[in-house]
C-alpha cells in the first residue's frame, strides 16, 4: 500500500477512535458514582485514551478539547468532599424546617378544631359549671385535662340560702351535660338545658326589671315555691327535663307575679307609662299541687307506656317504681299493671 494512502487512513482512524471515545467515554463514567457528573470531561480516565491517540495521530489531526488541565485531577477529591458535606448540611436543614412547620400545622388544627368546651349541671346541688378540654379531631381521644370553672346566679343563691332544694353535704358526684360543642361550631343542647334556662337570668318573657323571673316569682310566692322546687329538683335527678317546662307553666299559672311598673327616667321626654292591670287571682297551694299531681300521673303513665313499646323494659319499670314511691295510692303504678 502506497504510504500516503496508509497515512490518510491512519489519520481516518484516529478521528474515528477520537469520536468514539468523546461518545462513550461519559457514559462509561457515568455508572461510576465517585466522579461527579461536571468532572466526567475532565476525568484521567477519559482523558488518557484521547491523549494517546492524539500523540500518535499525525502533525494535521485537530487537537482534542477535552484535554484535562495538569492541577483539574489534583483537587477534584477534595472539592467532592466539600460538596458531599454541603449536600448533608442542607438535607438536615431542609428536614427539620420541614417537620417543624408540620408540626405547627398539626398542632394549630388540635388547637382550633379539637377544642371541645360545653356546660353541665348538678341536680343535687343546683350547681352550674363551665369545661373544656382539647381531643384530636375525629378520634376524640382527649390530650389535656379538663377544664371547670363554676358558675352561680342570684336565683340558684336564693334557693341554697332559702332551703328550698335539699342540698346533700360535699361535693356534687352526678353532672349532666347542658350543651356541648365541637369544632367550632354552635353548641348542641341537652336536656338539662329544660331547666337551666329558667335558672339562668334574662329571657325577654321571664324578665322583671333586670331580675329572673322565677327568683321574683319564689320572693313573693314562697309557700307555693316550697311546692314547686322539690318538685323540679326530683325531676333533675331522674332526668325528666323533658317534664319540667310544664310544670313551671303550671306554678307560673296557679300564682302569678305582680309587677308594679316603674318609669326609668331619661334625658328624652317619654310618654306615662300605663297603669298595671288588676293582679290575677292566685290558687291556694293545694289546688296548685293538685295540678301538679295530676300531670306527673299522666305523665308517667305516657312515658312507661312508650317505653315499654320501644322494647325499652327496663326504663319502663324504673319508671313505675319512680312514681310508684311518690304515688302509691294510684292504681296504675302497682307491680304487674
Not at 82 to 102: E, H, Y
Not at 220 to 246: D, F, G, M, T
Amino acid at each position: 500500500m502506497p504510504l500516503k494512502h496508509w497515512r490518510k487512513r491512519r489519520g481516518w482512524l484516529t478521528n474515528a477512535s477520537e469520536v468514539i471515545v468523546r461518545w462513550l467515554g461519559p457514559v462509561w463514567v457515568m455508572y461510576d458514582y465517585s466522579v461527579p457528573r461536571q468532572d466526567i470531561l475532565h476525568d484521567s480516565r477519559i482523558a488518557f485514551p484521547i491523549n494517546l491517540m492524539m500523540s500518535t495521530s499525525s502533525s494535521d489531526t485537530a487537537v482534542s478539547p477535552i484535554a484535562t488541565p495538569p492541577s483539574q485531577s489534583s483537587g477534584s477529591g477534595r472539592s467532592r468532599l466539600r460538596r458531599s458535606g454541603s449536600s448533608r448540611s442542607g438535607r438536615f436543614w431542609l428536614v427539620t424546617v420541614s417537620g417543624g412547620l408540620i408540626v405547627l400545622f398539626l398542632a394549630g388544627i388540635v388547637y382550633f378544631l379539637g377544642r371541645v368546651q360545653g356546660r353541665e349541671f348538678s341536680p343535687s346541688h343546683f350547681e352550674l359549671r363551665q369545661f373544656s378540654f382539647t381531643e384530636i379531631p375525629l378520634l376524640r381521644l382527649q390530650i389535656t385535662p379538663i377544664n371547670r370553672v363554676s358558675q352561680s346566679s342570684g336565683l340558684q343563691s336564693y334557693l341554697s340560702t332559702s332551703a328550698l332544694i335539699s342540698r346533700p353535704v360535699g361535693q356534687p358526684t352526678d353532672w349532666h351535660v347542658v350543651e356541648l360543642s365541637r369544632f367550632g361550631g354552635i353548641s348542641l343542647p341537652a336536656d338539662a338545658k329544660l331547666l337551666t334556662d329558667f335558672l339562668e337570668t334574662d329571657t325577654s318573657r321571664y324578665s322583671v326589671q333586670a331580675q329572673v323571673h322565677w327568683h321574683q316569682w319564689s320572693i313573693q310566692n314562697p309557700k307555693h315555691a316550697a311546692v314547686l322546687w322539690p318538685v323540679i329538683q326530683k325531676l333533675a335527678k331522674r332526668e325528666l327535663y323533658v317534664l319540667i317546662p310544664s310544670v313551671f307553666q303550671i306554678a307560673d299559672a296557679a300564682a302569678p307575679v305582680s309587677v308594679s311598673v316603674t318609669q326609668v327616667a331619661t334625658s328624652i321626654p317619654t310618654a306615662p307609662a300605663a297603669s298595671p292591670g288588676p293582679q290575677s287571682s292566685v290558687q291556694s297551694v293545694d289546688a296548685m299541687r293538685e295540678q301538679l299531681q295530676q300531670f306527673l300521673v299522666t305523665s308517667y303513665v305516657g312515658l312507661i307506656d312508650d317505653m315499654r313499646a320501644a322494647g325499652l323494659n327496663d326504663v319502663a319499670e324504673s319508671l313505675r317504681q319512680e312514681a310508684a314511691a311518690d304515688y302509691p295510692d294510684e292504681a296504675r303504678f302497682q307491680a304487674g299493671k
